[in-house]
């Protein structure tokens, strides 16, 4: 009996420092990213400077003003990635969008810091992603099923999908 009573309370112990699964954290890291985006050698990283009709069309898609002056990002040849922050109800999310061709190779999170939305993160939601491209007005060619209780999280992830689209647009028409 005592050892039994033993092990259910380092259960319980065990428990209650471990935390919910699934919650905010970092899930990769920038190199492990490139390194599954350019899997026959990561390129140098370049800036893209965001300035007038191409900073404008980023924020229409965001809905927001952006921050910064510039975005780095990759390429070789017809593949870019791109690592933006977006956020979802107050905090940003960390999202790495590989593009080939003019249309999503991957979706990946990098990190979430907020409490709720971190099912963004799984495959059964970013793999929804692969091969779309954007369509009229510069929204994506097709529907993005959302997740219940992630609305944000599921928006955010989709504006920054549709600036990846057009940035990669931008830097491929620029040759």
Same mark, same amino acid.
């Given at each position: 009996?005592r050892?039994? !009573?033993?092990v259910?309370?380092?259960?319980?112990? =065990?428990?209650? &420092?471990? #935390?919910p699964?699934?919650?905010?954290g *970092?899930?990769?890291?920038t190199?492990?990213y490139?390194?599954?985006?350019?899997?026959?050698g990561?390129?140098a990283?370049q800036?893209?400077?965001?300035k007038?009709d !191409?900073?404008a069309?980023?924020e229409?898609?965001? =809905?927001h003003? &952006?921050n #910064?002056?510039?975005v780095?990002y990759? *390429?070789?040849?017809?593949?870019s990635?791109?690592?933006?922050d977006?956020?979802?109800?107050?905090?940003?999310i960390?999202?790495?969008?590989?593009v080939?061709?003019g249309?999503i190779?991957?979706?990946?999170i990098l990190?979430?810091?907020?409490?709720? #939305?971190?099912?963004?993160?799984y495959?059964?939601?970013t793999d929804q992603?692969?091969n779309?491209r954007?369509?009229?007005?510069?929204?994506?060619?097709?529907?993005?099923?959302g997740?219940?209780?992630?609305?944000?999280s599921?928006d955010?992830?989709t504006r920054v999908?549709?600036?990846?689209?057009?940035?990669h647009?931008h830097v491929a028409n620029?040759?």
């Amino acid at each position: 009996m005592r050892q039994h !009573l033993a092990v259910f309370l380092i259960f319980v112990a =065990g428990l209650a &420092f471990a #935390g919910p699964a699934g919650e905010a954290g *970092r899930y990769l890291e920038t190199d492990e990213y490139l390194n599954a985006a350019f899997p026959s050698g990561v390129p140098a990283a370049q800036v893209l400077w965001l300035k007038g009709d !191409l900073r404008a069309d980023v924020e229409r898609l965001l =809905g927001h003003r &952006f921050n #910064g002056l510039r975005v780095r990002y990759w *390429r070789d040849g017809t593949r870019s990635a791109w690592i933006l922050d977006e956020i979802g109800k107050e905090l940003p999310i960390t999202i790495g969008i590989a593009v080939s061709g003019g249309a999503i190779a991957s979706v990946d999170i990098l990190e979430f810091r907020e409490s709720r #939305g971190w099912e963004v993160r799984y495959p059964f939601f970013t793999d929804q992603f692969v091969n779309a491209r954007l369509g009229p007005n510069d929204t994506l060619d097709r529907r993005i099923d959302g997740i219940t209780g992630a609305t944000m999280s599921v928006d955010a992830v989709t504006r920054v999908a549709q600036v990846a689209l057009l940035l990669h647009e931008h830097v491929a028409n620029a040759d």
